[in-house]
């Protein structure tokens, strides 16, 4: 709580812990609570008993009682009284701005509470790992905005291990990663099935064929994503690593993956949601296996707003076609 003295720890340590060693009925009396923060700050703001009181609706008598109260529990002098005037002691501005901290984050539990009880509104923090985040995450942006206009957004691209991570500690609400995802604190619904293709430079050998076979790839220079991105595992265990992976070329992003391709210094796998269909210098070929992965919403078991997130996943999963 920022820099304390000594003497402000003890009187917060006594905040604390309380009178432990004095009989059940003074330890009642001498209690405190948030009430009471809320009388020491109105003192503090005002400097008057008397406007104090009619800012905390309460007469003058009752908040001069309970700030005694609370000095005595302390045991310490917050206020120092004259006629005409109240001043506050050092120790008591320490004081004061830890109250004003914890009177913040008690208005902050609410919010969080109340949020729960209406989920469609607030804040949503939404996570993607980037093979996905530029491809997919402008459109579900779109299509919740659409569907809860009240909903604040947060949007996070993040390597999977790291959105993980924010999840389970409950620092980021929900991300779009690929299945399986072993954490079992979390839980997940499916979105959609993305295929891989094989891309290719337009005056590469295989650019006229329809369909490839995986064995064909071991004949190839296979560019991957850099170690951490979940994209490079997942083509490594589609074309067999041992057989390439000692001369793979490691990129920081399937936009450099597409340009190695475009000029000619290798083959890599590429997801169909980032498939440039416009793109003329590069040819996506159908693979005969269909190596896949499914892309789902995951979130805490735990989390408040698990139901909302139920509803999101029905709401973002693609639909096949009738």
Known sequence: MGNINDGLAHTLDKMR???SDQPASIIEASSMNLRDLNYLVAVADCRNFSQAANQCAIGQPTLSVQIKKLEDYLDVPLFVRHKNQVLITDTGAEIVEVARRIIAD???IRHIAAQAQTPVGGK???????SVASYVLPEYV???KQHYPEMKMMVIEEKTQSLIELMLQMKLDAALLALPVTAPELESSSLFVDPFTLAVASDHPLAGEHEVDLTLIKQENLLLLDEGHCLRDQALEVC???RFVEDDFRA??????RFMVKNGLGVTLMPSVAIQPE???????AIRQQPSRT???VWHKQHPRRRLFQELACLLAYKPLA
């Open 17 to 19: 812990h309380g009178l």
């Open 106 to 108: 008690s208005e902050q």
């Open 124 to 130: 949503l923090s939404l996570g993607a790992f980037p």
């Open 142 to 144: 779109f299509r919740i």
């Open 240 to 242: 067999h690593p041992s």
């Open 252 to 257: 920081s992003s399937l936009e450099t993956l």
């Open 279 to 285: 793109d003329g210098d590069i040819h996506y070929i």
């Open 295 to 297: 892309i789902a919403l």
